[in-house]
């Protein structure tokens, strides 16, 4: 019937607004491209191609792929809450230092080494989460003030301590801030192709689906975030949740620097996080909030950027 297509765009419309989205973009960039006198066709399909059928290409497609799901879910979390977490890149370089160097002094402890080089990276991304959440919480300073100055901290922070404490020798006469190499046993690699850290990205994305709508926790976060007088009547403590989404979101962050400097660079430099923490943003809303979708999201963004280079 002629209103059956209307009906299912508007049951679905939250699929339909993401699709509706991307095949714009698509058209756009089409016209981009063809104003420079290239066949859109032949560029989309040398990006797919670089990103997932040559040789390497997926593997280093998921190993990009891994720190935007885990930055998409560090806004998605204080998302649901009413937050806007702009600090990922804060949380993701402050994770990536401390996780680079815990990875390092226990390299000789091996896998151990590498989860506790992550555990280092979570705590650190969420104690910068926490300063954000604990300030909304309890004195209404907002949180997109808090955690764009705790961008700059974190980046400060990082930089005097690569350059300083932290700093390895050979970086002494090189002049590239850099800290030690972190041993080859303590790394987090990958498994027939599958770089761990893409493991650890999904079952996180799933947890955190999990929790938000299977959990009393999942319940008290969205409650908060639909109508806070709602959530105070019912007596959820809407300090602590403000205070632990960003304490999550935070530690999400932390853990996909840790796994940038455990995984890709095997140690931490300044720039190591690039705009991951931004990219995270658009993971997020290009996912609705909804921690599923960020894995699509996040693959569509990591298939650009690992097929990108093959357009030169």
Sequence with gaps: QPGQPLAFMLTHQSGVVIVVALVIALLVGAALIRYQGVSPWYAYETIIREAIFVEGGL?????????????????VIP???????????????????FGAW?????????????LLGMAAGIAAGAFIGWIAGVLKATRGVHEVITTIMLNYIAAG?????????????????SGIPQTELIPEEARVGAVAGIP?????????ALACWWMLSRTTLGFRLNTVGANKHAARYAGIGINRIIALSMVIGGG??????ALEAQGTLHRFEPAIG????????TIAL?????????????????????GAPGLQ
Aim: glycine share 18%; proline share 4%.
């Design 157 to 173: 922070v990082t930089w005097w301590l690569v350059t300083g404490p932290l700093q390895a020798e050979a970086s002494k006469t």
């Design 79 to 97: 998302l649901r809450v009413g937050l806007f977490n702009i600090g990922g890149q804060g949380q993701l370089i402050f994770g990536a230092m």
């Design 196 to 204: 761990i850290g893409f493991v650890f990205a999904l079952v996180l």
């Design 286 to 306: 290009l996912a609705r909030a909804n921690p599923l979708a960020t894995i699509p999201a996040a693959f569509l963004v990591g298939v650009l950027r690992t």
């Design 274 to 281: 690039g705009t991951l923490g931004f990219d995270g943003i």
């Design 59 to 75: 593997t280093r497609t998921l190993q990009k792929t891994a720190p935007l799901i885990l930055t998409g879910l560090a806004v």
């Design 102 to 114: 815990v990875g390092y002094a226990a390299g000789g402890l091996g896998f151990v080494g590498a």
């Design 252 to 257: 999400l962050a932390g853990l996909a620097g």
